[in-house]
């Protein structure tokens, strides 16, 4: 299609010259044609890119060969040439595609997205909707790098009590570099609320609930509060007396947990965390509850209790029992008694068939939690955040900030040298700058009631993980579904978790040991830390697109899909690595990855080399086996928990579901979490392929919402 009647040089915006490129436009209008089912056109089927292309070359021929065509003008002429073939379905994904385009180099333009931030539109979206500044009309009056800088001024203000102004400048710069180099992100209400009124910086609380009207009421008001500065809470519910159970002030009957927890998921809604993040809970009762069965069958009441995960609290004598195939007592919580006995393979099963049905409940294994518990002195722990990573004591609450793997690969070394190729000691000094700024945060921290501040300066905990672990993985050519992944994994986590503590005994030295460490296994051990937790896997969720990153340390859900972006437009995206080395080994082409996006995986694709369908294995590709060791891998070294789920596809059984909760045990993991595709009516990413019989090349493709960031198919996991 190059010949010397065409235009030899294209306008760009900012005014340079370009060679005119037939192939991209080409290349664009694929792209619309994709985000369009096929259509017929007057008896005859759509015609192909090229085809259209050749449309748009006879418009510019026609201008002459010395007339230089602007980029906006080849667009128009696009446009048209799609209204006038007929194709007003895929004129309007192209015009929205401009659209996403100009909106995305305006939005970066005015948030300041330059010098190297490379963020990507969704990125810019979220922080514009959630993160950055507005005045009181509304307006957004911040850029990223100035929040990034906001942040790190806010955090670094905790210097001035260890040092002087110097440190303080020092530090202010080096937090807000990691950030803007998106090598470390806090956890979200960190990234909103730093230096602003609010000042609440944790994600992560536990509440108590007392078995009393003041008790439970309380327990709301608190919920409350802490949902409109950006926390999530989690409860146990297992104090409560069972339904039917006397009360004595009145001499009525109780109405049990289940019907209490009800209200917290009602103020929930109302709440809504003040528009910026949606409410999530944590509901958990002991396996020994009265009311144990009304518990697990809770979700499958249609949308009961839908601003809650839940977790059954397993003990170790529960699941002995289960492997001896006998009873288990119930306790009522306040007089101590057993009121009945219950087959503990018939609980497990119907925990087991729920969480197949609805994804809930999981399984934490309290008993395990416990004897990991740092501060055994100050009592048991109960529950955990909403989705699991964070076992806390009541009124303890915790902050949260994740390393993104992906940016710590020599892009030099890739391919040839494996695991050298992460390079070790930058991820190291980040490490060691992530715990102080986390450590920090405590110090400068906001907080919501009294309680919560005593107890959360009183341990100092902090939750240090890891996200793009997907990344990472593709990036040195690793299957996730291999024993090289699970062992690098597991050497990750421990170089985390040995980083870390050095950095907690180092900052113990100049600022002192946790208050509460007397008494800690810390002083059993002899080890003199400030913190008496330093790391957790979260699940990342919104952080992650800021990063661009995979979600925490899950495998990526779609190699190619849909995204849903504004005023219903439906734009292709393919990830990164795919797309580069299919270009770089020849096998890319549009039509490819659409087939990719229908069928939700590219294993057993024709086309495709063997060793790029193992590197780029899928959630729903991976056994629960592997998903559940990927976890176990993490967990060996990891003080908090793991947030990890195991994703099903909508084949799996009930019975597949049980072998997953009793292998998370015997495997080491504090708890463990299950999600069969199509479980539940809300999903942020869809996969029609798996849900409907008939032919991949007339289904349509996996679609994600907007904000979809890589992680469970189901909102309330990636909170």
């Known amino acids: 299609m190059s010949d010397q009647t065409l235009p030899q040089w294209v306008r760009k ?34 015609p192909s890119a090229r085809t259209l292309t050749q449309d748009v070359i006879d418009v510019l021929r026609r201008r002459g060969p010395d007339h230089v065509p602007s980029v906006e003008e080849i667009q128009d002429i696009v446009e048209e040439t799609l209204i006038h073939r007929g194709l007003t379905a895929a004129a309007k994904a192209y ?57 790190g001024h806010a955090v670094a203000e905790a210097e001035l009590r260890y040092g002087g102004e110097a440190d303080r400048r020092e530090w202010e710069e080096r937090f807000a570099a990691a950030m803007s180099a998106l090598d470390f992100l806090p956890n979200s209400p960190t990234l909103m609320n730093a230096g602003t009124r609010l ?148 609980i497990l099963d119907l925990c087991a068939n729920a969480a197949w049905e609805t994804g ?22 109960e529950a955990t955040n909403p989705c699991g990573e964070l076992p806390l004591l009541p009124y303890e609450s915790c902050n949260l900030g994740s390393i993104n793997l992906a940016r710590f690969v020599d892009a030099t070394r890739t391919g040839q040298e494996g695991v050298e190729a992460i390079q070790w000691e930058r991820l190291r000094q980040t490490v060691h700058l992530a715990v102080r700024f986390l450590d920090d945060v405590i110090d400068v921290n906001r907080y919501v009631l009294p309680e919560i501040e005593l107890m959360t300066r009183g341990n100092r905990k902090i939750g240090l993980g890891l996200m793009g672990f997907a990344d990472l993985l593709i990036k040195l050519g690793i299957p996730y579904d291999s024993e090289e992944a699970r062992a690098l994994a597991e050497r990750l986590m421990r170089f985390l978790s040995e980083e870390g503590r050095r950095a907690s005994m180092s900052l113990a030295e100049q600022r002192g040991v946790f208050p509460n460490w007397k ?25 992650s697109i800021i990063a661009g990153c995979s979600s925490g340390i899950e495998p990526i859900f779609a190699v190619s899909f849909v995204r849903n972006v504004m005023e219903g437009a439906r734009l292709l995206e393919v990830q990164p690595d795919f797309e580069r080395i299919a270009r770089e080994r020849g096998f890319y082409t549009s039509e490819r990855m659409m087939t990719i996006a229908r069928r939700g995986s590219v294993r057993g694709l024709a086309g495709i080399p063997e060793d790029v369908q193992r590197i780029f294995a899928t959630a729903f590709d991976i056994s629960p086996g592997d998903h559940v060791r990927v976890q176990a891998a993490f967990q060996k070294y990891c003080d908090n928990s793991v947030s990890k789920t195991v994703n099903l596809p909508a084949s799996a059984t009930p019975e597949t579901v049980r072998k997953i909760f009793l292998l998370a045990y015997e495997l080491g993991c504090k708890g463990v979490t299950v999600y069969r595709y199509g479980s539940r009516a809300e999903q942020v990413l869809t996969f029609p392929a798996m849900a409907e019989k008939a032919p991949a090349d007339l289904l349509e493709p996996a679609t994600a919402s907007a904000e979809y960031a890589g992680g469970c198919p189901e909102p309330q996991c990636i909170y």
């Open 95 to 151: 015009i929205l595609y401009r659209h996403r385009r100009a909106s995305l180099r305006e939005a970066k333009a005015l948030f300041g997205v330059r010098n190297g931030l490379k963020l990507s539109l969704n990125a810019v979206r979220v922080l514009e909707r959630r993160y950055l500044l507005r005045d009181d009309q509304g307006h957004v009056i911040e850029t990223p790098a100035g929040m990034f800088e906001r942040v």
């Open 519 to 543: 008494g800690s296994i810390w002083e059993g051990k002899g080890m003199r830390v400030r913190n008496a937790t330093v790391t957790t896997i979260a699940p990342t969720g919104t952080i």
């Open 360 to 381: 809930d409940p999981g399984l934490i294994f309290i008993d395990v939690i416990n004897r990991h518990n740092p501060t055994p002195h100050l009592g048991p722990i």
């Open 199 to 346: 000042g609440q910086l944790s994600a992560c609380f536990v509440l108590p609930v007392e078995d009393s009207m003041d008790g439970i009421f309380g327990a709301l008001h608190r919920m409350a509060r802490i949902h409109q500065t950006g926390g999530g809470t989690g409860f146990s519910f297992s104090r409560l007396r069972p339904r039917g159970d006397i009360v004595g002030s009145t001499h009525g009957v109780a109405s049990g947990p289940v019907s209490f927890m009800s209200i917290f998921d009602v103020a929930t809604e109302v709440v809504k965390q003040g528009g910026k993040r949606r409410g999530a809970n944590m509901g958990v009762l002991r396996v020994d509850h009265p009311n144990i069965v009304e518990f697990i069958k809770a979700k499958t009441r249609g949308n009961f209790l839908r601003n809650f995960n839940l977790s059954v609290a397993v003990t170790d004598e529960f699941l002995r029992a289960v492997r001896e195939d006998r009873d288990y007592p119930l306790i009522n919580p306040r007089t101590g008694a057993e009121v009945q006995r219950l087959s503990a393979r018939g």
């Open 13 to 46: 915006r900012e005014g340079a010259l370009v060679p005119f490129d037939p192939g991209r436009i080409e290349s664009a209008i694929q792209r619309a044609l994709d985000a369009t089912p096929p259509l017929e056109v007057e008896g005859r089927v759509t």
